[in-house]
């Protein structure tokens, strides 16, 4: 990066000799006479260092800095004087000189002082792309380091700023309105409204109103204009969740939307045209729903153009950790408690809980855990039975009798092997407690370890 240098002096030999000297060094040099012209410059500029003569015609340096400082708080500015008493120097310090120089002085005396400006310049530029970095992470709004998550930030990151479609799919509680609201926050829409629509909570007769609006006189009861959230989300996105619930008829009116971007308010003839965004989310299975004719097919691949998966959290278990440990230190201090954490064991109980409700099921989890403990960390005593209890009987999946049959002593080793393996597991492989678990002796278990080869 080349280091811009600008001199103020008013004396025209000094000011050749300086640049002459700055530019041998491979400074890029910028001159001016005074600080009228100084204070153009800088704006002009930005400058990284400012060096001034103390003495000039139209004012004096201590006034340079200041209004130096007041335009660019980062320009690093030195003073140069032949006039060089305490009392100035320390004038130039308080206004906020980074150095002082008296004439005459030697050029390697000059380029130390810059030197070192630039040493100061650089922390500062390094501090400052840290902090942006620090606060970007902070602003990180979806959480997560699984390959799929990371996935989704990236599709979020390119089409946040485009005018496509977006429709959201996943189970309930996986985050399929935080991506609707992060992809209007990243988008240059953020300014206008998010408007979110639940299409499943709202019936139809009023859905249709509460969306496109009505005129006055529209209907009994419709005493004054008023319009839909379709018109109130003009220039901004529109977020038409659990689209899956939402009625054949409806679903045809929200096509022309879609289509047009036009419609008219209940009782109307105008049409009226908006700029909307248009995202929408459901965890219902669409293409099942357009087969059994529930969903229209032309809606649905309107909707389709840009798809975003979330997958459930028990496909993605590497971030239930990170999941967990952010609600709880969130949660925490929110209602002022001193939960500091999670032992490794409930830890592990956590990551291995399959979380039908996913993060929101999480979330309210967590908000209980944190309420009953008040303080300390959390162990195992402390999780509820229901996520204790669906560890071990989850964990041995369903058993499916397939229609050509099944050799009934090989089927039943195979339970034996799973739940022994089990509960070793969960015994940490000391015998003795997974012997308990499973209600054998000791040797009785080793016995059947033995026989099916599990002992090594
Ligand atoms: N990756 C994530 N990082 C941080 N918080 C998350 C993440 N995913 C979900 N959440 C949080 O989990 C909760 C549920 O998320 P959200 O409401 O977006 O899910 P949803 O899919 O819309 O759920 P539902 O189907 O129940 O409406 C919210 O509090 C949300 O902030
Ligand atoms: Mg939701």
């Not at 058993?399 to 089990?422: C, S, W």
């Amino acid at each position: 990066m080349d280091c811009k240098v600008l001199i103020v002096e008013d004396e025209e030999t000094s000011r050749v000799c300086l640049t002459d000297m700055l530019e041998l060094e491979n400074y890029k040099v910028y001159t001016v006479a005074g600080g009228e012209e100084a204070k153009k410059l800088v704006e002009d500029v930005s400058p990284h260092i400012v060096l001034t003569d103390l003495k000039l015609l139209d004012m004096n340096g201590i006034e340079v800095i200041r209004a130096v400082k007041d335009i660019s708080p980062k320009t690093i500015c030195i003073v140069i004087t032949g006039y060089a008493t305490i009392e100035t120097a320390v004038e130039a310090m308080k206004a906020g000189a980074f150095s002082y120089l008296k004439k005459p002085f030697r050029r390697e005396e000059l380029l130390v002082t810059l030197k070192k400006a630039q040493e100061v310049l650089a922390i500062q530029e390094e501090n400052d792309s840290l902090k942006l970095k620090l606060q970007k992470q902070r602003e990180q709004s979806i959480l997560g380091t699984s390959p799929q998550i990371q996935t989704v930030r990236d599709i979020i990151k390119k089409v946040a700023d485009t005018d496509s479609t977006v429709l959201i799919l996943g189970e309930s509680g996986t985050g399929k309105e935080l991506v609707a609201k992060e992809l209007h926050r990243q988008s240059s829409r953020s300014g206008n409204p998010f408007i979110p629509i639940n299409c499943g909570a709202i019936p139809e007769e009023l859905l249709e109103s509460e969306l496109f609006g009505y005129e006055k006189g529209a209907f009994t009861g419709a005493i004054a204009t008023k319009i839909g959230r379709f018109e109130a989300a003009d220039k901004g996105t529109v977020f038409l969740d659990e689209i899956g619930d939402m009625s054949v008829g409806l679903q045809v009116k929200i096509l022309r939307v879609l289509q047009e971007r036009e419609f008219e308010r209940i009782g109307g003839r105008k049409s009226i045209k908006v700029d909307i965004r248009i995202i929408a989310a459901t965890n219902q299975d669409l293409e099942r729903a357009v087969a059994e004719k529930r969903f229209r097919e032309d809606l649905y691949y309107r909707l389709n153009v840009i798809p975003i998966s979330l997958p459930p959290l028990r496909e993605r278990r590497e971030d239930i950790p990170l999941l967990a440990t952010h609600f709880l230190e969130t949660i925490s201090t929110k209602k002022n408690k001193k939960v500091t954490g999670i032992d490794p064991e409930a830890m592990k109980i956590l990551e291995e809980y399959d979380w039908p409700g996913n993060v929101r099921e999480m979330v309210n989890l967590i908000e209980r855990l944190v309420v009953l403990k008040e303080n300390g960390t959390i162990t195992v005593d402390d999780l509820p039975a229901s996520i204790l209890k669906k560890k071990l009987t989850t964990s041995l999946e369903p058993f499916h009798l397939p229609t050509e049959g099944v050799d009934f002593n090989t089927a039943v080793d195979d339970f034996e092997r799973k739940l022994i393996k089990i509960a070793l597991h969960k015994a940490d492989g000391v015998k003795k407690k997974a012997a308990d678990f499973l209600n054998l002796n000791r040797t009785t278990l080793i016995e059947k370890m033995k026989r099916k080869g599990l002992l090594n």
